[in-house]
């Protein structure tokens, strides 16, 4: 079945060092894998996707992400984390074969310390 | 840009009452949308998949008769929660693939209501 995992419920990081977020897959064919960040109370926005090509994806807000099918993972990552970034950071796989839904990993939450 | 308007936003009401939500596609035709709950501090979990014109496709779990979704037309689906119950207080998001400005196999998310039974 597919699935998305997400190993870090929360992280905190200083302001202005880097972040790696990571992110492992299951799916049985080509995935379609996305990032979305969520502030309290608010929906969702992308940060970027990955349908095929190139396997480094730039985002919004400065993130990238890479594509590793070898190790069925797509981590996200940023080399300066600010304040601002503090949120809900969530993985997500599109399953088109199962009606083009999305399938969620647990999220982590990120925190940046000043 | 692609936008999904979801309203209410916020929504407080009676155990045993019924609330309704709608998502509405603004600059797009959404064929389908997807319904989501989210409870706090954690992920979103699908709950439905609405097709205009068709009978929605529930995920296992879901009581369909709780949870009533209608895709009325190309711009507009709801999702009314019927007898509502303290449980049933969460955060519901909607989400539909595709926008103007969306590549193939974007989504679109709605701003979320936050539903509090009391």
């Known amino acids: 079945a597919q699935s998305v995992t997400q190993p870090d419920i929360h992280i905190t990081v200083s302001e202005g060092a880097s972040l790696e977020l990571r992110c492992n897959y299951s799916?049985?064919?080509?995935?379609?894998l996305f990032w979305y960040v969520q502030s309290p109370g608010q929906g969702l926005q992308l940060l970027l996707k990955y349908f095929s090509g190139d396997t480094l994806v730039q985002g919004i807000k400065g993130f990238e992400a890479e594509f590793k099918r070898s190790q069925s993972s797509f981590n996200l990552r940023k080399p300066s984390v600010h304040w601002s970034d503090a949120a809900e950071y969530f993985c997500a796989v599109g399953a088109w074969n199962q009606g083009g839904k999305l399938i969620f990993g647990q999220g982590t939450e990120l925190s940046v310390k000043p | 840009g692609a936008v999904v308007s979801q309203h209410p936003s916020r929504v407080i009401c009676k155990s045993g009452t019924s609330v309704k939500i709608e998502c509405r596609s603004l600059?797009?035709?959404?064929?389908?949308m997807f319904w989501y709950r989210q409870f706090p501090k954690q992920s979103l979990m699908l709950m439905a998949t609405?097709?205009?014109?068709?009978?929605?496709?529930?995920e296992q779990g879901v009581e369909k008769d709780k949870f009533l979704i209608n895709h009325a037309s190309l711009t507009l689906s709801t999702l009314t929660v019927t007898s509502a119950h303290p449980e049933d207080s969460s955060f519901y998001i909607c989400?539909?693939?595709?926008?103007?400005?969306?590549?193939?196999?974007?989504?679109?998310f709605g701003s979320g209501t936050r539903l509090t039974v009391v």
């Open positions: 609405s097709n205009e014109g068709s009978k929605a496709t529930y």
């Open positions: 799916y049985g064919a080509t995935p379609y």
């Open positions: 989400s539909a693939p595709g926008g103007s400005s969306a590549p193939n196999y974007g989504y679109t």
């Open positions: 600059d797009f035709q959404a064929t389908t």
